[in-house]
């Protein structure tokens, strides 16, 4: 029997509301230091309990500054970042020429209403000649990944004149009104009520996630049957997405993350997004690659798609273009840059100029230092280390990455692969302890991300793999796990 309305719906918001008193207790319980302590009860006494904060860590560390891939919190305690902040300091902390470059665009100028400015044509330029494929490419700037998204979505349905963006169960695209209609997260949609996201036009398949394959099936001998079934949809007249018979495609977009970041670093197999790419060719809709949280050369190559050999119409960007700067953008075809007209959309900080002018210096430090070779070697070495783990500690069920972006996924029992959910948040809370910063995620929250700054050294990767393996010890004798 179904409980109505009024049984449930106080019981269920209580469980997803903000309690300040509860969050002091944990600070009183797991702070790191005395400095953190007083800099918390200052946070929960005027910032709202909604911050992202408190979800990650029993505790969140105070940072108060970092250097490389090192960051040290108020109280001086020193951690390994195998966070990187979501992926925004590429290349870590304290980078010198990147401030200096900064500080000197602000000196001239920080904004004045979004009109163009040297440093901004300059990096467009660059990044327009990172976006793969042989056409000629435009930028929109924006400033949040998010934004870049609602961008996304409104040009591919300008273009194309159709209405449906496809993605994927799992995929992140952002909180703002629109984006989070991409977005799946069960928590999103309750906090959007009574009114749940609100674009109708938005279908979702889903990903490619080989460890619990959502067909049942095992890779390779499943034959790619996840992209075959998207293909499945569009020959049938009985779903949205197109009349075989009158030849007539509904779909504007497929809108998608190649890797899945927030859903706990998920790798898929490469042919996946090649197969996506031939149906949007088919039915000639667009494919574009949110390379907000993969790409800037994380996993080896400047954007995660690109390991696929796909040229997506168009790319979404943000977070470590200016490695900490807010700045974001979208560079695609020519053709549908080039189809709005001045003034579609604008945003006061759209393109930045402080941030643009530590663009254009990252870019030149990325390309000085091989930073995004370094990412792939590193990476790989990472990679080793953590399926050595595997080898030793029963709780590892599996190990996926792709140069700097790796994650592993913890189990109670390989053979059932039940998700090990508080051994995860065990693990990821002891590792602060341990002084090394990563978080927990995963669909059923059970998996442990990695995803340093480019410039971690591999002496930092041993250290880092040392302390974890003492944790993960530790969460399988606290949790019986392997016994
Ligand atoms: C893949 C992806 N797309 C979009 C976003 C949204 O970016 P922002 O938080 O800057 O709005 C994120 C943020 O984590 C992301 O990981």
Redesign the pocket.
Known sequence: MTTAFEDRILNERARLRGDEAALRKRVAEFAHGPKAKEILDLTLKYESTGHLDFSLFNCPPVIDHGVGARLYDVDENEYIDLHGG?TVNALGYGVTEINEAVKSQMDKLCQYAELPVEPRARLAKELCQRHPGDFDKKIFWAV????A?EIIMKLARWYTGKPILITHWGD?????AG?MALTSKAFMVAYSYPIPPADTAVVRIPFPYCYRCPFGKAYPSCEMFCAREVGRLFESKETWLNNPKAQVTNVAAFII?PFQ??AGYITAPLEYMRMLKDLSEKYDFLFVS?E???GMGRTGKMWSIEHSGVAPDLI?M??SISNGLPI?AVTGRKEIMDSWGPGAHSSTFTGYPPACAGGLKLFEIYERENIIQGAAEKGAYFLEGLKDLQARHPLIGDVNGMGLYLAIELVKDRQTKEPAAEASHFAANELVNEGVICIYSGYYFNRLCFAPPLVITKGDIAEALKRLDVVLGKAEAKFGIGK
């Open positions: 979501f949040t990944g998010g934004e998204i992140y695209h952002g909180r703002t984006a993350e970041s927030s949110d907000v949280q993969a979404a943000a977070k974001s």
